[in-house]
């Protein structure tokens, strides 16, 4: 019987509205390589950071046992202590900071009651020579890679003495190189002692790193496969991963023949130079009036940078490539173009992005087209109330009025603001982008009714979506994207689950 | 609902706003009881209006500076030293002072519109490029008075800005009545436009508050409009002070909430994000409410210079923060997005009141400073508390 390091019981995690883990068991041998797999959303980091201590003991039903014991973390410092270390997938570093006191941040080596510099470079040198780093650890992390950073963080966690890593995606934002170099390093790691959990959509590195895969489906576990014994293909993973049954609940819509392109950008290379690398790379994608286009991929394959860079380039992006806009050559440095040429963009954030929370539904709605309602710049009011009002009902925003603060709405009804916030710029081309990520189903069904009724009316949509059998439910066309790229086109017809996770997971 | 629950109702949901308005009201009560009625008398009001003018004026300006979470501590210095270059040109180049004013604040608004440049598109934070003004302008005022020290201005139209009143009809008579009738002109012009937009309410189908309630409303603002113009019509009459504080704030009362672009700056304020992604430059914002910010310092130091009748060494030294405290006992809030210039107003207002009145009482100016951080403290709190609420 062999021994296990970590077991998670009957892990139940609820918040409001969903059930983010439903009764999951997980199970971790001491000393190996535990990949944890599964959609966006199915529930990888929300037990990751129950295990950590993000959501403290209390708030999630079930036991956690490590080395036979049942943990009550109440915060990060109770799982460190017990040897947990979890490495996000958005770096914790400080980039103003030196390398040496990143890596005991939070746990400093003191001397009475100052920082004992020279011991804390000292131990910081024994922790990066472990994970084969050398570099000078005076450095500042600002001006490293972050292929290196990652490595910094898996020194960080072991010079908390770590029995067990967690890594969510730790490869999705690295090269084919510093992957490979960084998957090498949890095998040493392996032969230290050092058991580790990697959450990942790469499935390549999976087969080839685990010991045993987990996967994950709507906060179930659907099996843990031995992968020491026999050889799990990705086709298996990815059975699992999307197995589910299709229920109806994408509305049934008239196809109708669809236009003219309106849209369409070719040869599109994006350059980022916050993160100092090509983000996209040589994108072809087109759009026809009264289409629904659905951009299929998973976190991190460039789906919303391509639609910033389309959207008149808020980030500052160096972009090369053309874009047309109803046939015409366009090119925009500013949102307001982009809404100006009829294009409207409803972000995935629609808290951080979208929408002004402490102001109210009807502000929010006629913010992007106020011109509209105004004359000489005086905003007429009463026309104003009275258009609000008109969207509150047409897509049936449930709130007592429109004098409503957007901060005290539902997720669903928040989104149904953000989407009239952008109708109301009356676009011909409109850009969702996860218009359904943390609502409800009711309120989702809703939001798919509207899009249907748009099309209808003649707009072209672009939906980006995570969720596949939403992608394939509402679009007429669906294009792939992996790292950058565009990796597949498929008529929505002939799209399902399987060979959309196929393109997107190379 | 009865006429009593009606008010009480409004009065709950609205008592961010009227709360200030009460602290005002109670403040000035206070002060008259403790004073014998010398606080409330049309002579201290008069003064007590006249000496705010500058602070209110800042105030209103750098209301939209904070709106969009932005700081600017510049303005003290700058408005000294416009106060100095007017000085200057009247009495070294006997430039006339009607060619004078107009300079200077087309001068404020070019300061302004590098300042907003700086921060907007070079990237450097507003609290370090206001800061950098403070030194810089307090530098050049310095300066420009080196030489003479203190400069007296012997224009008589320039001073009469901060001293002067307005013309009286018939000087005979005790009362202004010029202020008389502006006053109640003012209460005609509130009547009928309320009316006008009740009338327009009810023709879109919109809920209006009760009738008894509407006239009890118009009944009681244009008895506070009665009696405020009875005051200062009691003593001289309107100042040219007051005058031009209030075009200030009708103007900028009318941008901030009737206009595209009022709205603009209140969605950037909001969210910086959101609103860049509704097709609003932030960055034109940014230059837009500084741009404003300079000019309105430059109309302060014009204020306070001919106030004083004097362009001095030290004028501008801590208007600055006077401004950002009214602004903030108005009900601005640090975290941006909200705030209104009619509650800067009122702010300045509150702030002044207690100046004034702990003066006439007698207070030592050591516990006044103490009393007024009290008071900022207070006011912030209170405004946090109600906003949770909502």
Request: aromatic share 8%.
């Amino acid at each position: 019987m062999e021994k296990y390091i970590l077991e998670m019981k009957n892990i139940s995690k609820e918040f409001p509205g969903v059930k983010a883990l439903d009764n999951v068991n997980f199970k971790v041998k001491e000393g190996e390589i535990h990949c944890l797999v599964g959609e966006n959303g199915a529930g990888k980091s929300t037990l990751m950071k129950v295990l950590s201590g993000v959501y403290p003991y209390g708030t999630y039903t079930g036991d956690i046992v490590i080395n036979g014991q049942v943990q009550k973390f109440t915060g990060i410092a109770d799982s460190e202590q017990a040897g947990v270390a979890i490495i996000y997938q958005e770096l914790a570093l400080v980039p103003e900071m030196t390398v040496y006191d990143n890596i005991f941040l939070g746990h400093e080596i003191k001397k009475g009651i100052a920082i004992d510099e020279n011991e804390t470079i000292q131990k910081a040198l024994e922790v990066m020579n472990k994970v084969g780093l050398k570099i000078n650890p005076s450095m500042q992390i600002k001006d490293l890679g972050v292929g290196t950073q990652q490595l910094i963080e898996i020194a960080k966690a072991l010079s908390k003495n770590v029995k067990l890593l967690i890594l969510d995606e730790p490869t999705a934002a690295l090269n084919e190189i510093d992957s490979q170099n960084l998957l090498k390093l949890i095998k040493e790691l392996k032969k230290e002692g050092v058991t580790s959990i990697m959450i990942s959509h790469k499935l390549k590195e999976v087969t080839s790193i685990a010991d045993t895969i987990t996967v994950l489906r709507d906060g179930k576990t659907i099996c843990s496969m031995d992968a020491t014994s026999q050889q799990i293909t990705e086709n298996e993973i990815i059975k699992h991963m999307v197995g589910r049954e299709i229920d109806n609940i994408y509305p049934k819509r008239e196809k109708i023949e669809p236009g003219e392109v309106v849209l369409e950008v070719r040869d599109w290379d994006v350059y980022d130079p916050n993160l100092g690398r090509e983000i996209l790379h040589k994108i072809n994608i087109n759009v026809r009036k009264g289409e629904i286009v659905g951009i299929s991929g998973l976190m991190g394959a460039g789906r919303t940078e391509l639609a910033m860079s389309i959207f008149g380039n808020p980030k500052g992006y160096k972009i090369q490539g053309d874009l047309y806009v109803n046939g015409e050559k366009q090119s925009y440095n500013h949102p307001s173009q982009a809404v100006k040429a009829g294009i409207a963009y409803v972000t995935e954030d629609r808290k951080g992005n979208g929408l002004i929370l402490i102001q109210d539904i009807k502000s929010n709605i006629t913010l992007a087209n106020l011109k509209a309602l105004a004359r000489f710049g005086v905003i007429n009011e009463n026309e104003e109330v009275k258009v609000a009002n008109e969207y509150k009902q047409s897509v049936n925003i449930k709130a007592p009025s429109i004098e409503q603060i957007v901060g005290n709405l539902s997720g669903g009804n928040q989104q149904k603001v953000s989407i009239c916030k952008s109708l109301f710029a009356s676009p011909s081309i409109l850009i969702l982008d996860e218009p359904t990520r943390g609502i409800d189903v009711g309120a989702k069904y809703e939001i798919y009714t509207i899009m249907n009724r748009l099309v209808q009316e003649g707009m072209s949509i672009i939906m980006i979506s995570s969720d596949l059998l939403e992608v394939i439910g509402m679009s007429d066309r669906i294009y792939v994207m992996a790292e950058g790229r565009v990796t597949g086109e498929i008529d929505a017809k002939d799209a399902t689950e399987h060979n959309i996770m196929e393109m997107a997971t190379i | 609902m009865t006429l009593y629950q009606e008010m009480k109702y409004l009065l709950r949901k609205n008592i961010r706003e009227y709360g200030m308005y009460i602290a005002l009201l109670a403040i000035v009560v206070a002060f008259g009881f403790t004073t014998q009625g010398l606080f409330t008398s049309p002579r201290n009001i008069s003064t007590l209006l006249n000496q705010t003018g500058y602070i209110m004026v800042l105030a209103i300006g750098m209301t939209l500076v904070i709106v969009c979470q932005y700081i600017d501590l510049s303005v003290g210095y700058l408005a000294g030293f416009s106060g100095a270059i007017a000085a200057i040109l009247m009495t070294q180049y006997g430039v006339s002072e009607w060619v004078v004013i107009p300079i200077v604040m087309v001068f404020g608004l070019a300061v302004g519109l590098i300042n907003g440049f700086m921060i907007g598109k070079l990237g450097i934070p507003a609290y370090v490029v206001s800061l950098a003004g403070m030194f810089i302008w307090r530098g050049l005022l310095l300066m420009a008075t080196e030489k003479t020290g203190t400069i007296i201005i012997p224009n008589a139209g320039f001073n009469a800005i901060g001293n002067g009143f307005i013309p009286d009809i018939d000087a005979n008579k005790d009362l202004h009545i010029l202020t008389l009738i502006i006053g109640a002109a003012g209460i005609v012009i509130y009547i009928l436009s309320a009316i006008k937009g009740r009338q327009s309410k009810i023709k879109y189908g919109f809920e209006v508050i009760s009738t008894p309630l509407f006239i009890v409303k118009l009944v009681f603002i244009s008895l506070i409009i009665g009696i405020m113009s009875w005051i200062i019509a009691d003593y001289n009459g309107l100042s040219w002070t007051v005058v031009i504080c209030m075009v200030v704030l009708a103007v900028y009362h009318f941008i901030t909430q009737k206009t595209t672009l009022g709205r603009h700056i209140y969605a950037a304020g909001g969210n910086r994000n959101a609103a860049e992604l509704a097709g609003i430059s932030v960055k034109k914002i940014t230059y837009i409410i500084f741009a404003s910010m300079g000019m309105l310092s430059a109309v302060a130091g014009i204020l306070y210079t001919s106030r004083l009748q004097s362009a001095t060494t030290t004028a501008g030294t801590m208007f600055e923060l006077d401004a950002i405290a009214s602004a903030f006992v108005g009900g601005a809030s640090a975290s941006g997005g909200s705030g209104k210039v009619t509650g800067s107003i009122v702010g300045a207002l509150v702030m002044a009141a207690l100046t004034n009145g702990m003066n006439l009482m007698g207070v030592g100016i050591s516990y006044q400073y103490a009393i007024r951080g009290a008071v900022l403290v207070l006011a912030v709190f209170f405004d946090v508390t109600t906003r949770k609420k909502k």
